[in-house]
Antibody, heavy 119, light 110 residues
Framework: QVQLVESGGGLVKPGGSLRLSCAAS????????MTWIRQAPGKGLEWVSY????????YYADSVKGRFTVSRDNAKNSLYLQMNSLRAEDTAVYYC????????????WGQGSQVTVSS | QSALTQHASVSGSPGQSITISCTGT?????????VSWYQQHPGKAPKLMIY???NRPSGVSTRFSGSKSGNTASLTISGLQAEDEADYYC??????????FGTGTKVTVL
């Protein structure tokens, strides 16, 4: 069964940085686009970023562009999200998910990692 | 990147059918057959229910179906069951090569 496990979340002060990781297993990681999606407390889902299977193409939501960077290491079956200049409004559960085909549908999701930005 | 518009809540009795709508623009929902629907129970990760407008992943009940007309996509749940009570989100690919989610609909089984 496909597994995605996020880690790296925690409490950080405004303006600080955090790096999330997503460890993938039970599928050929290098064949798939991957994405990050977040959910603020009591709010809906918000798409954050996705990266192509070879890591050469990345797209970002306007709300994080210039502050967040998505990357991957196919040799380590891992996806990353470097988050800089964090703001209170970045507080959310961050999910990584697999994109199996064109169009962006996400068929497997991790359990989520909590990021809290507060002084 | 404005969120797609969904009604905040929909309710129905067991056995009934309900439809959740998702309205976007010609730059997202209307422009591509790339609408997905997700079910999310409290404290859980979302689950893919429909992809590419009207396709069900393996293992998803046939009671769930999707459609699209113009800039509005719809998810229909037939034979409503207690376990269907959850939040539902639509999502679409956009002309900016990004993804956008809907505002979410809370389904209540009366």
């Amino acid at each position: 069964q496909v597994q995605l496990v996020e880690s790296g979340g925690g409490l950080v002060k405004p303006g600080g940085s955090l790096r999330l990781s997503c460890a993938a297993s039970k599928f050929t990681f290098s064949d798939y686009y991957m994405t990050w999606i977040r959910q603020a407390p009591g709010k809906g889902l918000e798409w954050v970023s996705y990266i192509s299977s070879n890591g050469r193409t990345m797209y970002y939501a306007d709300s994080v562009k210039g502050r967040f960077t998505v990357s991957r290491d196919n040799a380590k079956n891992s996806l990353y999200l470097q988050m800089n200049s964090l703001r209170a409004e970045d507080t959310a559960v961050y999910y990584c998910a697999r994109i199996p085909r064109s169009g962006g549908s996400c068929d497997y999701w991790g359990q989520g990692s909590q990021v809290t930005v507060s002084s | 990147q404005s969120a797609l518009t969904q009604h905040a809540s929909v309710s129905g009795s067991p056995g009934q059918s309900i439809t959740i709508s998702c309205t976007g623009t010609s730059s997202d929902v209307g422009g591509y057959n790339y609408v997905s629907w997700y079910q999310q129970h409290p404290g859980k990760a979302p689950k893919l229910m429909i992809y590419d407008v009207n396709n069900r992943p393996s293992g998803v009940s046939t009671r769930f179906s999707g459609s699209k007309s113009g800039n509005t996509a719809s998810l229909t749940i037939s034979g409503l069951q207690a376990e269907d009570e959850a939040d539902y989100y639509c999502s679409s690919y956009t002309s900016s090569n990004t993804l956008v989610f809907g505002t979410g609909t809370k389904v209540t089984v009366l």
